[in-house]
Nanobody
Framework: QVQLIESGGGLVQAGGSLRLSCAASGGPFSYNGMGWFRQAPGKEREFVAARPWSGITTYYADSVKGRFTISRDGAKNTVYLQMNSLQAEDTAVYYC??????????????????WGQGTQVTVSS
């Protein structure tokens, strides 16, 4: 069974950094895309970043481009989201997800078939 287990959320001051981790098991995920989404209270779940499990292509939402980086450690089967220069607007529950086989950059939740439980990120201003 596929499992995505997230960690690394917490409380951070504006301008600070956090690194979220997504431990993936039950693969292989060689043909899948991996993505990060976030959902703030009262808002729809929105795309943050994505990359294929195998490959170097990355895609970011305009709101985080230049501040966030998605990466993968193959030896640890873990996907990361490095978040720098955090702003209050980044406060949300962050979700790791695995998509259907990568074709074009998947940026909608409908493209994803496996989800982690979510981890809370709160940025104080």
């Amino acid at each position: 069974q596929v499992q995505l287990i997230e960690s690394g959320g917490g409380l951070v001051q504006a301008g600070g950094s956090l690194r979220l981790s997504c431990a993936a098991s039950g693969g292989p995920f060689s043909y899948n895309g991996m993505g990060w989404f976030r959902q703030a209270p009262g808002k729809e779940r929105e795309f943050v970043a994505a990359r294929p499990w195998s490959g170097i292509t990355t895609y970011y939402a305009d709101s985080v481009k230049g501040r966030f980086t998605i990466s993968r450690d193959g030896a640890k089967n873990t996907v990361y989201l490095q978040m720098n220069s955090l702003q209050a607007e980044d406060t949300a529950v962050y979700y790791c997800a695995a998509s259907r086989p990568w074709a074009t950059a998947p940026t909608t939740p409908l493209d994803y078939i496996y989800w982690g439980q979510g981890t809370q990120v709160t940025v104080s201003s």
